[in-house]
C-alpha cells in the first residue's frame, strides 16, 4: 500500500515540476490551472486508484485461498501478519502454518 503513495508523489513532483517549466507557454494563467487539474486526475488519481483496486483484489484472493485469513494474527486491511510483520501471499506463508491461532 505504501507503494501506491511512493509512486503518486513521485508523479505529482513529474507533473507540478513539467508544467511548472511549461507554464511559460500558456497564454491565459487560468488554461494552466485547468491543465494542471486534468493532468493531476489523469497522470496521478487514476493510475492510484488502479493501483488501490489491485491491491484490494490481490488481498480477497489471499483471504479466501490462504490459512492466514483465519489466524489472529492476520491483518486482513494489508494481507499482513502481525505476529512475524512478513507479508502474506497465495505462495508464501510467513510461519508455515507453525503459529497459527484461531480468532
Known sequence: MGSII???LLRFTVV????????????????WW?????????????????AYRKHVSRVRRIEKNVMCSSCKHYAADEALC??????????????????????
Open 82 to 103: 502481525t505476529a512475524l510483520d512478513e507479508a502474506v501471499t497465495t505462495l508464501h506463508i510467513p510461519c508455515e502454518g507453525m503459529m497459527w491461532e484461531a480468532k
Open 34 to 50: 485547468t491543465f494542471f487539474f486534468f493532468c493531476i486526475m489523469g497522470f496521478v488519481l487514476y493510475p492510484a486508484q488502479l
Open 6 to 8: 511512493y509512486w503518486g
Open 16 to 31: 507540478l515540476i513539467g508544467l511548472w517549466l511549461a507554464r511559460g507557454f500558456v497564454e491565459n494563467y487560468g488554461d
